[in-house]
């Protein structure tokens, strides 16, 4: 029963989200209808102590970041850089390669260092330049997004320095290079495969006479730029490639300038406590924060004029699409950290613990974890945490290498992590203007691809040994 309790949860919120309902109303009321059936004592407990501690944290560390994001996203369309960008890559690459084209871009932002959210508010806006060039309806723009910015660059390519990468360092006593070649060869695989899916997608609307969509039916549409000149391509993309390499440059500065942790007292007189700040946990997030604000001083400085004409109404909509995307993915984080403290859901741990092959165990383990907290972090996490000396000990009872197992936990959190109630999903649809029904569809088809790669790499290592 108590198991039943925590999928159906988990199926309500996936049919509401799927629906178009709002995630910010019915996750917290998913999460306590599962805390009612399971212990109705808990339900104010649950959502004051766990739920709204939980999203409130998130926004707390995150919101910033999703505010500069798009900021910086708003920005990058008003200037006309986006334009600039699209109208060189259509020179050349050919308009035929626009979907390969954004694929690129987001590669390099997030292997860049830059956060998926972040990557989806700056580069929204010149892909929906040049999927209107190009005439592919913009419900393929979240898939395109997704297979460039979820999968690969986000945890199979070796040495990303995203999260998901990250984790299993601690619990394995790897490095985020662990096992390059296995890591390698899935990326590839899901690069081919997922290409190969979403140019059957835009054919098949070609044939069909699917064109970009109807302006007046289409929502957050990016204001095209109006100004006849155009600016050149290389200064048109000279503040993503500020925004990756301050990036990564504010990741090694801010330790060393802050130490492991910082205190300050948050009163001149007075008896205050002093304020202290674990650095080691909060510098990524700095460093992507100050990296956002070089870019968005980089666009500023560059394109002054068409820039400061549209900046108060632009502006707005920025701050909009930040607190209504921000405000999804948190609802999501509480819904996730009520629905692992349930009893049900240490039921399906168990369970999963079960399967006897040691790497196929855990990439079981990991991706459903992930999706029914709809985190590939948060999932990945509770996994590993409850269980990853089980998974060391097996492995090491077969002579599997602990770099094997970071890089199939590693590309197993961002498998089926990706369900309708993810929370980066859910922002994706947000900052596209487009519902699950018309876009989902493709970003469940590269989720299904991202997960059978782990499962390639798996039967790569078991027939070739290679690591």
């Given at each position: 029963m108590?198991?039943?309790?925590?999928?159906?949860?988990?199926?309500?919120?996936?049919?509401?989200?799927?629906?178009?309902?709002?995630?910010?109303?019915?996750?917290p009321?998913?999460?306590?209808g599962a805390?009612?059936?399971?212990?109705?004592?808990?339900?104010?407990?649950?959502?004051?102590?766990?739920f709204?501690?939980?999203?409130?944290?998130?926004?707390?560390?995150?919101?910033?970041?999703?505010l500069?994001?798009?900021?910086?996203?708003?920005?990058?369309e008003?200037?006309?850089?986006?334009?600039?960008?699209?109208?060189?890559?259509?020179?050349?690459?050919g308009?035929q390669?626009?979907?390969?084209?954004?694929?690129?871009?987001?590669a390099?932002?997030?292997?860049?260092?830059?956060?998926?959210?972040?990557?989806?508010?700056?580069?929204?806006?010149?892909a929906?330049?040049?999927?209107?060039?190009?005439?592919?309806?913009?419900?393929?723009?979240?898939?395109?997004?997704?297979?460039?910015?979820?999968?690969?660059?986000?945890?199979?390519?070796?040495?990303?320095?995203?999260?998901?990468?990250?984790?299993?360092?601690?619990?394995?006593?790897?490095?985020?290079?662990?096992?390059?070649?296995?890591g390698?060869?899935?990326?590839?695989?899901?690069?081919?495969?997922?290409?190969a899916?979403?140019?059957?997608?835009?054919?098949?609307a070609?044939?069909?006479?699917e064109?970009?969509?109807?302006?007046?039916s289409?929502?957050?549409?990016?204001?095209?730029?109006?100004d006849?000149?155009?600016?050149?391509?290389?200064?048109?993309?000279?503040?993503?490639?500020?925004?990756?390499?301050?990036?990564?440059?504010?990741?090694?500065?801010?330790?060393?300038?802050?130490?492991?942790t910082?205190?300050?007292?948050?009163?001149?007189?007075?008896?205050?406590a002093?304020?202290?700040?674990?650095?080691?946990?909060?510098?990524?997030?700095?460093?992507?924060?100050?990296?956002?604000?070089?870019?968005?001083?980089?666009?500023?400085?560059?394109?002054?004029?068409p820039?400061?004409?549209?900046?108060?109404?632009?502006?707005?909509?920025?701050v909009?699409?930040?607190?209504?995307?921000?405000?999804?993915?948190?609802?999501?984080?509480?819904?996730g950290a009520?629905?692992?403290?349930?009893?049900?859901?240490?039921?399906?741990?168990?369970?999963?613990?079960?399967?006897?092959?040691?790497?196929?165990?855990?990439?079981?383990?990991?991706?459903?974890?992930?999706?029914?907290?709809g985190?590939?972090?948060?999932g990945?996490?509770?996994?590993?945490?409850?269980?990853?000396?089980?998974?060391?000990?097996?492995?090491?009872?077969a002579?599997?290498?602990?770099?094997?197992?970071?890089?199939?936990?590693?590309?197993?959190?961002?498998?089926?992590?990706?369900?309708p109630?993810?929370?980066?999903?859910?922002?994706?649809l947000?900052?596209?203007?487009?519902?699950?029904?018309?876009?989902?569809?493709?970003?469940?088809?590269?989720?299904?691809?991202?997960?059978?790669?782990?499962?390639?790499?798996?039967?790569?290592?078991?027939?070739?040994?290679?690591?």
């Open positions: 108590e198991f039943l309790i925590v999928l159906g949860a988990l199926c309500f919120l996936m049919f509401v989200a799927y629906r178009g309902y709002s995630v910010i109303l019915f996750a009321i998913a999460a306590l805390v009612l059936l399971t212990d109705p004592g808990l339900v104010a407990p649950m959502f004051t102590g766990l709204m501690d939980k999203m409130v944290g998130f926004i707390k560390l995150y919101f910033p970041v999703f500069l994001g798009a900021i910086f996203g708003k920005l990058i008003l200037s006309g850089f986006s334009k600039s960008i699209v109208a060189a890559t259509i020179r050349l690459l308009a390669r626009a979907m390969l084209s954004i694929v690129v871009v987001c390099l932002l997030t292997y860049g260092g830059v956060s998926l959210f972040v990557v989806v508010f700056a580069v929204y806006p010149f929906a330049e040049l999927f209107r060039q190009s005439d592919i309806p913009k419900r393929l723009i979240p898939g395109t997004i997704a297979l460039g910015a979820f999968t690969f660059t986000m945890d199979a390519l070796p040495g990303t320095p995203q999260i998901q990468n990250i984790i299993p360092t601690a619990f394995f006593g790897t490095n985020s290079w662990a096992a390059p070649v296995l390698t060869l899935g990326g590839i695989f899901i690069l081919v495969l997922g290409m899916y979403l140019e059957s997608r835009r054919r098949k070609a044939r069909a006479g064109g970009y969509g109807d302006p007046a289409l929502v957050n549409e990016p204001a095209p730029f109006t006849d000149r155009l600016a050149n391509p290389w200064l048109a993309i000279l503040p993503l490639v500020l925004v990756g390499v301050s990036n990564k440059l504010f990741t090694l500065w801010i330790p060393r300038v802050y130490g492991q910082h205190s300050f007292d948050p009163a001149v007189v007075g008896d205050a002093p304020v202290v700040q674990e650095v080691s946990k909060i510098a990524a997030i700095w460093a992507v924060e100050a990296a956002l604000l070089v870019g968005i001083l980089s666009v500023i400085a560059l394109a002054w004029k820039v400061t004409a549209r900046f108060a109404e632009g502006s707005k909509s920025a909009g699409g930040a607190l209504l995307a921000s405000m999804n993915t948190a609802s999501e984080y509480g819904f009520v629905i692992a403290a349930l009893p049900g859901f240490l039921i399906v741990a168990n369970a999963l613990g079960s399967i006897p092959n040691p790497l196929v165990n855990e990439a079981v383990t990991v991706t459903a974890l992930a999706g029914i907290t985190s590939a972090s948060g990945m996490s509770i996994a590993l945490a409850a269980m990853a000396d089980t998974f060391i000990a097996n492995a090491n009872a002579g599997i290498p602990m770099e094997v197992l970071h890089r199939v936990a590693a590309m197993a959190s961002g498998g089926m992590d990706t369900l109630h993810n929370g980066a999903v859910i922002t994706l947000a900052v596209t203007g487009l519902t699950h029904r018309q876009a989902y569809k493709d970003v469940f088809a590269i989720t299904i691809i991202k997960t059978l790669a782990v499962f390639f790499i798996i039967g790569v290592f078991y027939a070739t040994g290679l690591v």
